[in-house]
T-cell receptor, first 113, second 114 residues
């Protein structure tokens, strides 16, 4: 069984640029959630996707957007990057009906300069 | 507005002893609680969970206790092992449209000394 994978591992961008982060779902999982983890903090919920549609959103501005594909993989896009966007971005996948038990990928470390 | 709080940034215990990690929450709509463990350079790993209809759930060396009236939960690890050294996050979820949208605490760094 393949686990949750994320790419890239690390990324450095400058303020104002756009970034796309990718997540491959664990086998059998049809729901994907994205979280932002700032240094020294716990993960913070960004949004969740199910059946290629956004299924809930946390307190993040519209410049954070996502996609889910038919194979349940997902992308997180961030436009107009700000310095405070520097964080570890985690995706987590789950089966329908087991949304609470989410399996996390290793994360993408984004640094905005 | 920190709805889930872990007030101890770190905890140090001796191998073989009990580790107790604490978590407080403020949102009374939370009805499902989880603990995750995180090693460096890895994503959080699910450890144990508890529904609000229970006050205790046990899985091997790990036991989670929930006190709804105090809005407090704790994770007990007995006996503690050096491999348990990691960051522990508690998380909470509500029902309905909030189901599956986890709210995390800040984490507690557990160090188990041989």
């Amino acid at each position: 069984e393949t686990g949750v994978t994320q790419s890239p591992t690390h990324l450095i961008k400058t303020r104002g640029q756009q970034v796309t982060l990718r997540c491959s779902s664990q086998s059998g999982h049809n729901t994907v959630s994205w979280y932002q983890q700032a240094l020294g903090q716990g993960p913070q919920f960004i949004f969740q996707y199910y059946r290629e549609e956004e299924n809930g959103r946390g307190n993040f501005p519209p410049r954070f957007s996502g996609l889910q594909f038919p194979n349940y993989s997902s992308e997180l896009n961030v436009n107009a990057l700000e310095l405070d966007d520097s964080a570890l971005y985690l995706c987590a996948t789950s089966k329908r009906g087991s949304y609470n038990e989410q399996f996390f990928g290793p994360g993408t470390r984004l640094t905005v300069l | 507005d920190q709805q889930v709080k872990q007030n101890s940034p770190s905890l140090s215990v001796q191998e073989g002893r009990i580790s107790i990690l604490n978590c407080d929450y403020t949102n009374s709509m939370f009805d499902y609680f989880l603990w995750y463990k995180k090693y460096p350079a890895e994503g959080p790993t699910f450890l144990i969970s508890i529904s609000s209809i229970k006050d205790k759930n046990e899985d091997g060396r790990f036991t989670v206790f929930l006190n709804k009236s105090a809005k407090h939960l704790s994770l007990h690890i007995v006996p503690s092992q050096p491999g348990d050294s990691a960051v522990y996050f508690c998380a909470a979820s509500g029902s309905g449209t909030s189901y599956g949208k986890l709210t995390f605490g800040q984490g507690t760094i557990l160090t188990v000394h041989p």
